[in-house]
């Protein structure tokens, strides 16, 4: 059950009797008559379904984020303008540390990030149109450019644990404005105008190859040998604050280490494997063999590793890997759709 806009579930009035000349600061703070309601809603919810998920677009005090997850509520995180900052290539906010529950101060990894959403601008849209672009090698302005930067943030948003929310066609590049109109000019006015599908995505080899590093990423977090990372807010370290990031997240025998830069910019930046000895590039393919000590990384810009400890069969990402096996295709026509 999910329910939008959950912070308006209050008895505490926060605008005058017009309903004018609202205090929207006063209307985040932390309300324990609406924890109260919530926690009535969620017993209910739990009691007629057992094992629910209930989810809120609360965007409230932290304190009462927490109070609610530590109850059993799942959280929307909005990430998008951190994403989009760390997509153009651009410095300032491109941290990804409040996507973490555990940065927040969680117990529970119950926090559904996002980088794009029905609210918000699409990455590929940002990337192509103001994308930093000071670098003529390394344009973000460049269709394949923005792409690969796109890649590199699902990089690092798919690996890092707790469940996630993905906007449709985001996993192939969508770059048609939230606020595109029906005539094709951008206006606020059109945010809930019909937007262009686009099942010709597909033909796009740069786009196709998006498609299947996110269904890779996704498979990762669902084979068995790595599903247990992602469901513990407190096995990851990580470093988001420059432009060479890095995260580690680890449980028990099963590690994943993620590198990327995120410049326009050729980076250098030193990184230490938990062990030494052979790690798998999931993604790229091929192996690493490292000393267990600090090893320093040159990173073309836009340029991601995902390692693992594990050796996945067809791990490469390529159209007859294991995201698309030829054994399990099929073809199917729905007429006159």
């Not at 927490?66 to 491109?94: H, P, R, V």
């Not at 450019?145 to 469940?163: D, M, N, Q, V």
């Not at 030829?326 to 026509?333: C, D, E, W």
């Amino acid at each position: 059950f999910r329910f939008d806009l959950s912070k308006g579930f209050t008895q505490t009035q926060t605008c005058d009797n017009a309903g004018a000349n609202c205090d929207v600061g006063g209307w985040s703070n932390y309300d324990a008559s609406r924890v109260a309601i919530w926690k009535r809603y969620y017993d209910t919810l739990q009691l007629k379904s057992p094992g629910s998920y209930a989810i809120l677009e609360h965007f409230a005090d932290n304190s009462e984020e927490t109070e609610l997850s530590n109850y059993g509520f799942m959280l929307w995180g909005n990430m998008n303008y951190n994403y989009n900052q760390a997509s153009m290539g651009y410095s300032t906010d491109w941290n990804f540390d409040n996507g973490l529950s555990v940065a927040r101060g969680w117990a529970n990894p119950y926090l559904v990030t996002y980088m794009e959403s029905h609210d918000e601008e699409r990455l590929m849209y940002k990337a192509l149109n103001f994308g930093n672009n000071s670098n003529a090698a390394h344009n973000v302005r460049d269709l394949s450019t923005a792409l690969r930067r796109i890649e590199l943030c699902a990089g690092f948003f798919l690996s890092a644990p707790g469940p996630k929310m993905v906007w449709q066609f985001g996993e192939q590049g969508y770059d048609f404005s939230i606020n595109r109109c029906t005539d094709g000019t951008i206006n606020n006015n059109c945010r809930t105008d019909s937007k262009p599908i686009r099942w010709d995505y597909k033909s796009v080899t740069d786009r196709d190859n998006l498609y299947h590093a996110w269904a890779a990423m996704i498979n990762l977090r669902h084979s068995p040998q790595f599903s247990a990372l992602f469901n513990s807010a407190n096995n990851i370290t990580r470093d988001f604050s420059g432009a060479f990031k890095w995260m580690k997240v680890s449980q028990g025998a099963s590690n994943i280490m993620v590198i990327g830069n995120f410049d326009v910019n050729v980076q250098t930046g030193n990184f230490t494997f938990p062990s030494a000895g052979t790690w798998y590039d999931y993604l790229g393919g091929g192996t690493f063999t490292s000393t267990g000590a600090a090893q320093s990384f040159n990173l073309q810009p836009g340029e991601l590793h995902v390692f693992v400890n594990r050796n996945l069969t067809n791990a490469v990402v390529t159209a007859d890997s294991i995201v698309n096996p030829v054994a399990s295709r099929f073809a199917a026509l729905v007429f006159p759709n």
